[in-house]
Nanobody
């Protein structure tokens, strides 16, 4: 079993930055790919970014150049640095763990989510 816990959400103005962190635990966690999804009311979670166990990164087109995903297996954390935030980035952000397929993360495990709100 893998446990994921997000932190770092909040309210920020357009153009601002936020850093989300996900602490993970579990025997197999460090061998899994990790990533982030976001969900808006009435919609399914959408893939945002992922990082493989070897450090390969994948992003949805809308965040390329603005978001950076990283992981520290020694500290069991995966971070999402979000810069130049836009109102359309407003969502509930979830940390996920699973495997990469088709350059997106297929998540098996999920965190509880952290809210990001970008004001215009």
């Amino acid at each position: 079993q893998v446990h994921l816990e997000e932190s770092g959400g909040g309210l920020v103005q357009t153009g601002g930055s936020l850093k989300l962190s996900c602490a993970f635990s579990g025997r197999t966690a460090s061998s899994l790919s990790m990533g982030w999804f976001r969900e808006t009311p009435g919609n399914e979670p959408d893939f945002v970014a992922a990082i493989s166990s070897s450090g390969g990164t994948f992003y949805v087109d809308s965040v390329k150049g603005r978001f950076t995903i990283s992981r520290d297996n020694a500290k069991n954390t995966v971070d999402l640095q979000m810069d130049n935030l836009k109102p359309e980035d407003t969502a509930l952000y979830y940390c996920g763990a699973g495997f990469i397929s088709g350059e997106i993360l297929r998540s098996v495990y999920w965190g509880q989510g952290t809210q990001v709100t970008v004001s215009s």
